[in-house]
Every structure is written in C-alpha cells, then in structure tokens.
T-cell receptor
Framework: AQKVTQAQTEISVVEKEDVTLDCVYETRDTTYYLFWYKQPPSGELVFLIRRNSFDEQNEISGRYSWNFQKSTSSFNFTITASQVVDSAVYFCALSEETSGSRLTFGEGTQLTVNP | KAGVTQTPRYLIKTRGQQVTLSCSPISGHRSVSWYQQTPGQGLQFLFEYFSETQRNKGNFPGRFSGRQFSNSRSEMNVSTLELGDSALYLC??????????????FGAGTRLSVL
C-alpha cells in the first residue's frame, strides 16, 4: 500500500532563513509520481511540483528546490531565504500508476515564517 | 482561465440531513476528483469521475456519492449526515482520466459543519 510521511508537524523560522520540509514515501509500484502542494489559510491546495519515478534530477525554481532520492524514498523541499508569504501548510503527495489519479497525501507540515 | 470553482464555500447542516456540493472544473478538464480534509484523518480521496462515470473510489461509506454531468461539472452528495462528516471538501480537476501523470488542480473547498 502507498504511504507518505511528513514527520515535521510544525516548523517555525525567521524570515530569510532557509528551511527544508521532509517527505518520505512508500510504494510497491515502479512507476509513480510525487507532488508538493501548498495550502494557504484560504484552503485551496496550490500545485508546486510533480516528479515522476524515473526522473531523479533535482529541480530549482526561484527560491524553491526539490531533492528526490529513490535510494532513501525521499522527496524533500527546500525554501531558500524564506518570506512571510511562504507561511502555509505544505503537503507531499504520491500517485501510483496503477491507482489512477488517486493522490495519497502526507500529514502536512505547517510552516510559519516570522518577520 | 478560471480555476476550479466550488459552491457553496460554507455550509451548516444538522445530523440526519443530506447535502449536495458542487464543483466546476477548469475549462477543458474532464476528470474531477473529490477529497475530504479533517484534522484527524488529513486529506483522503473520495472518488474520481471521468466522462460521467466513476473511475475510482476511496474507502468511504455509501452515504457519500457523486456524479458528473456532460459538461464535466460534478456534484457530491452526503446523505444522513453525521457529526464526523464535518470537514473541508476539496474538488480537483485534471485534463484526462486517471493516471498520476495528470496534475490535479484544486478548488478552495466547501467547509461543511454538521451540528
């Protein structure tokens, strides 16, 4: 069965600090997709990134970067020079090729960036 | 392009009543999925519809049902409401049916309170 674990329930940092959100996943499929979503207080889940299981290349997008390591089943997310607007709940999610578009989410990490 | 629209944003019902939630997907998107978000259980998959047919279903009782119309709009119905049904219900749309390679875009949700 598929499972996603985000061990960090809450993280609090001061503006301009770098912060890494951890995500560990479990799956038996060889083809799967990993996602990060952001949920601000408004409630909408905002898509950030998708990575498939055959692409372990790390990605950087502005202040965001993602580190995908199949050997440790991890897909970690780093925000560089955090800003107050980054405060939100961040979810890591997994979708297996055999389970359709069903997303299995982690518990979420509440990130608070203080000025 | 308009995003995923969910109506209403807030609902208050009493135990035993039934409720219908509505979701309009992004224009051109044909797949609609529903998720329930609660503090205790997190984000859980309810079901997915594509071409007016349910393609995938999560582990929820039969009180939870849905449908999709020919214009891809979807409704979710919960009958005989229980206190535990209080949650944020999120709708997501994607271009095509059921594989993880399709990115799901979420609406802002309907917050249901059952008294």
């Amino acid at each position: 069965a598929q499972k996603v674990t985000q061990a960090q329930t809450e993280i609090s940092v001061v503006e301009k600090e770098d912060v890494t959100l951890d995500c560990v996943y479990e799956t038996r499929d060889t083809t799967y997709y990993l996602f990060w979503y952001k949920q601000p207080p408004s409630g909408e889940l905002v898509f950030l990134i998708r990575r498939n299981s055959f692409d372990e290349q790390n990605e950087i997008s502005g202040r965001y970067s993602w580190n995908f390591q199949k050997s440790t089943s991890s897909f970690n997310f780093t925000i560089t020079a955090s800003q107050v607007v980054d405060s939100a709940v961040y979810f890591c999610a997994l979708s297996e090729e055999t389970s359709g578009s069903r997303l299995t989410f982690g518990e979420g990490t509440q990130l608070t960036v203080n000025p | 392009k308009a995003g995923v629209t969910q109506t209403p944003r807030y609902l208050i019902k009493t135990r035993g009543q039934q409720v219908t939630l509505s979701c309009s997907p992004i224009s051109g998107h044909r797949s609609v999925s529903w998720y329930q978000q609660t503090p205790g259980q997190g984000l859980q998959f309810l079901f997915e519809y594509f071409s007016e047919t349910q393609r995938n279903k999560g582990n929820f009782p039969g009180r939870f049902s849905g449908r999709q119309f020919s214009n891809s709009r979807s409704e979710m119905n919960v009958s005989t409401l229980e206190l535990g049904d209080s949650a944020l219900y999120l709708c997501a749309s994607s271009l095509a049916k059921g594989t993880g390679r399709n990115i799901q875009y979420f609406g802002a949700g309907t917050r249901l309170s059952v008294l």
